[in-house]
């Protein structure tokens, strides 16, 4: 199962990152599908890791709701990107870091709050 975790955190990573390129080729459809695709795996490593629910996995997820949202206002759906936009906030709210939460880009690729 953490194997499993594990992989699904690396293709939410590809398919979250494929999701940012497609939007900004202007190929909304494909930009779509790739970040409803990591937000579903990103969503299934925190219903994994339920009683364990890392302050990078909820920023990950919080990351990939902005990207949708972002990709709907391009869209000129504004509901849509709203609410997407709103779930981002309260999740990355939830984090309860003093300051924004910052991603290391080191080895370890964690996020921590400073």
Do not use: M
């Amino acid at each position: 199962e953490e194997i499993i975790s594990f992989v699904d955190q690396i293709r939410a990573e590809c398919f979250h990152e494929l999701g940012r390129v497609f939007r900004y080729q202007g190929s909304w459809e494909k930009s779509e599908k790739s970040l409803l695709s990591a937000l579903k795996l990103r969503n299934t490593c925190l219903i994994l890791t339920e009683g364990d629910c890392t302050l990078e996995s909820k920023f990950r997820v919080a990351d990939t709701l902005h990207e949708i949202g972002v990709l709907e206002v391009q869209k000129h759906n504004l509901e849509p990107a709203e609410s997407f936009l709103r779930q981002s906030l309260e999740l990355y709210r939830s984090l309860e870091c003093p300051t924004e939460p910052v991603l290391l880009h080191d080895n370890t690729s964690s996020i921590t709050c400073e």
